[in-house]
């Protein structure tokens, strides 16, 4: 699933579930989120946006809310809100929320930096077993005892 919404960097980019999946589990969690885990929150939170830059806040749960609020302070969500006057001269605040989609965009390439050197290994993988061989400078004799 592709949203496509607008950025101030470029005309067009598309928020996938699998970006957001990446971001959410490099944001929220660094300990160890589950893949289903974020990949759920993900879906639940694309599917209130549907084809959307911004929803109004009225539409969530207090629930849904709490998640969002969650995703705001790992920096994936940002809110927005308008005034208005009434015809009677009351304020009415209408609160919105947005993908931050560079926040989004350094997260996904941190975890794929991640996921790519977890792959890659260590240089020491390849060296082959015989140069791990033990040399008489490691080993230093013990001083006498006193």
């Known amino acids: 699933m592709a949203i496509q919404t607008k950025t101030d960097k470029g005309p067009t980019s598309a928020l996938t ?4 999946t990446r971001a959410i589990k490099n944001s929220i969690d660094r300990t160890g989120m589950k893949e289903e885990e974020a990949r759920s929150m993900a879906q639940h939170v694309l599917n209130f946006f549907g084809y959307s830059e911004r929803i109004i806040d ?4 207090p629930e849904d809310r709490d998640a969002f609020y969650m995703l705001e302070d790992s920096g ?4 927005e809100r308008e005034e208005t006057t009434l015809y ?3 304020e009415w605040r ?4 947005m993908f931050r989609k560079e926040r989004i965009a350094e997260l996904v390439e941190a975890q794929k930096a991640k996921e790519e050197a ?5 240089v020491y993988d ?5 140069t791990w061989v033990a040399t008489s400078r490691e080993k ?3 001083p006498p005892p006193p």
């Open 126 to 130: 390849e060296m082959p077993e015989d």
């Open 118 to 122: 977890a792959r890659a290994g260590s």
């Open 88 to 90: 009677d001269g009351r």
């Open 140 to 142: 230093k004799p013990e």
């Open 58 to 61: 009225n539409v969530l749960e």
């Open 17 to 20: 579930v699998e970006d957001l």
């Open 76 to 79: 994936i969500l940002t809110t």
């Open 94 to 97: 209408i609160h919105y929320w």
